[in-house]
């Protein structure tokens, strides 16, 4: 048993409390509030008035798949041999022993959801994970909740550029999608029918992994996570889930703040980063962090990630700043960096927000980290556990 006391509490589920207390117990928060009895027996953290805020999360990772150190070694995120591999799973390359894990707690990172790169046009399954453990098996939240697709550049660099073959542009990108997509529509549509079938008069379709691993997607149980930073890429997979009738969540959104009313039209969930740093590409020309408070304070759902190992996954609290900074309402940052990545997730009954019943996910800051710089993390807790307490 776990109890906090005198916090400043960022609930992310209503209003703040001013001094509060939050009870937790088997993992899971049991009360919360302002006149809370502190119970014998429990550990007792005095938050001496500090804020105190869900863990945070970031649904857009790829920490445990690009190790932090060993370069060729541990990059395990791209499968590029072949254009079309949605049969890859994040579970299979994650290394719960990487040290980008440990950064990533350290600066108050609970949940993150990690998965394949870009360099494929279908590149595998992500997994929502906890960001403690030493099997990967035990930390997932949720395995396999969306299917990672590219458009732009990437797959175009990956294949065309470097390995002579398609894609070589935007085009077989999304004819080569197109056309798997086309397969496994097929192929669930014929599962379905055995399914249903006396199982005697028809017989079961000849087994396919790669259109096996797309029948959740074809079911619409689980989205595509669509790598488009360049307005006319994100259209081309919007186009293409509406011509397959899939759900879609947009990733990077580079030029987000250029195509606004579009995009509300649309209404998906909206991955934005990573942000710091250079313009590395053409596709990034327009990159800023007004993109994250033009979109938000249009109404749409955004979540803010670093694409970690690409920013430091402990820096993700310093993104949500540098987007307040830039005009960003400070409740939109925390809830792009909290409920609504949980909420993307699937995971928002689970995490993302301080209420009775979730998960302790909890973090304590040293101050307010949207507004200081200097500011650092007294404690990271998963699961009601103490993972991180600073010196």
Same mark, same amino acid.
């Given at each position: ?18 001094? &509060? ?7 899971? *928060? ?10 014998? &027996? ?13 863990? %945070?999360?970031? @649904?857009?990772? =790829? ?49 993150? &959801?990690? +998965? ?5 046009? %279908? ?21 396999? $909740? ?5 458009? +732009? ?73 669509? =790598? ?6 994100? $259209? ?15 990733? =990077?959104?580079?030029? +987000?703040? %250029? ?11 909206? $991955?934005? /980063? ?24 249009? +109404? ?13 996954? /402990? ?5 949500? &700043? ?29 995490? @993302? ?11 304590? $800051? ?15 807790? *998963? ?9």
């Amino acid at each position: 048993m776990l109890f906090i006391k005198n916090a400043k509490i960022k609930t992310m589920a209503g209003k703040d409390i001013s001094n &509060g207390c939050i009870l937790v117990e088997g993992g899971k *928060i049991k009360a919360i509030g302002e006149n809370i009895p502190e119970p014998g &027996g429990a550990e007792v953290i005095d938050a001496k008035g500090r804020l105190v805020t869900p863990g %945070l999360i970031d @649904g857009h990772s =790829h920490v445990g798949l690009f190790g932090e150190g060993p370069g060729w070694e541990g990059a395990d995120g791209n499968e590029m041999t072949d254009p079309i591999t949605p049969h890859m799973r994040a579970i299979d390359s994650l290394n719960p022993m990487d040290d980008g894990l440990k950064t990533s707690v350290q600066g108050g990172v609970t949940t993150i &959801g990690t +998965g394949p790169g870009s360099g494929n046009v %279908l590149g595998g399954t992500f997994a929502c994970i906890k960001l403690y453990g030493r099997r990967a098996d035990d930390m997932i939240l949720k395995d396999n $909740f969306a299917m990672k697709c590219a458009f +732009g550049e990437n797959p175009k660099r990956a294949y065309g550029q470097m390995q002579k073959k398609a894609p070589s542009t935007r085009m077989a990108t999304a004819a080569l999608l197109r056309e798997t997509l086309f397969k496994a529509q097929r192929y669930c549509e014929e599962m379905q029918e055995y399914e249903k079938s006396t199982k005697e008069d028809k017989k079961k379709p000849a087994f396919d992994m790669k259109l096996h691993a797309l029948l959740p997607v074809m079911k619409k149980e689980i989205p595509l996570k669509a =790598h488009a930073h360049r307005t006319d890429d994100i $259209f081309t997979a919007l186009r293409i889930a509406k011509e397959f009738n899939l759900d879609i969540t947009l990733e =990077h959104v580079t030029e +987000g703040h %250029l195509i606004v009313d579009e995009l509300k039209k649309e209404d998906k969930y909206l $991955f934005i /980063g990573p942000t710091w740093g250079m313009k590395s590409k053409m596709e990034l020309i327009h990159k800023s962090f007004e993109t994250t408070k033009v979109l938000s304070d249009a +109404g749409l759902k955004v979540c803010i990630t670093t694409d970690a190992p690409i920013i430091p996954q /402990g820096g993700l609290s310093l993104c949500a &700043g540098f987007a307040v900074r830039a005009g960003m309402k400070e409740e939109h940052a925390w809830a792009a960096i909290t409920i609504n990545p949980a909420r993307a997730m699937g995971v928002g009954d689970r995490v @993302g927000s301080l209420e009775t019943g979730k998960d302790a996910d909890i973090v304590i $800051f040293n101050g307010n980290p949207l507004y200081d710089v200097g500011c650092t993390v007294a404690y990271t807790i *998963i699961d009601g556990k103490i993972i991180y307490k600073a010196d």
